[in-house]
Nanobody, 119 residues
């Protein structure tokens, strides 16, 4: 069983930055996929960014050039550096992991962390 714990959310002004962290435990090998999804009120959950154990990344078009995903394989930790934040980035951000498949979403979810961007 894999447990994911997110941290780093909060309230920021438009144009500001936040760094989200997600620490995974319960896996004795590096997770094939780790990523971030978000869900805003009245919206579908969407992929924000994902990264494989080999470091291959993908991003939603809406965040490309502003957000950067990275991971520490040894510690099964994934990060999301969010710059130039916009009010439309406001959402609950969820960490996700897949144990052996290199795409998301996997079966493991964190509880979510709220990101609110004021105009």
């Amino acid at each position: 069983q894999v447990q994911l714990v997110e941290s780093g959310g909060g309230l920021v002004q438009s144009g500001g930055s936040l760094r989200l962290s997600c620490a995974a435990s319960g896996s004795d090998f590096s997770l094939a996929f780790m990523g971030w999804y978000r869900q805003a009120p009245g919206k579908q959950r969407e992929l924000v960014a994902g990264i494989t154990r080999g470091g291959i990344t993908n991003y939603a078009d809406s965040v490309k050039g502003r957000f950067t995903i990275s991971r520490d394989n040894a510690n099964n930790t994934v990060f999301l550096q969010m710059n130039s934040l916009k009010p439309e980035d406001t959402a609950v951000y969820y960490c996700n992991a897949n144990r052996i498949v290199r795409v998301g979403p996997g079966n493991y979810w964190g509880q979510g962390t709220q990101v609110t961007v004021s105009s």
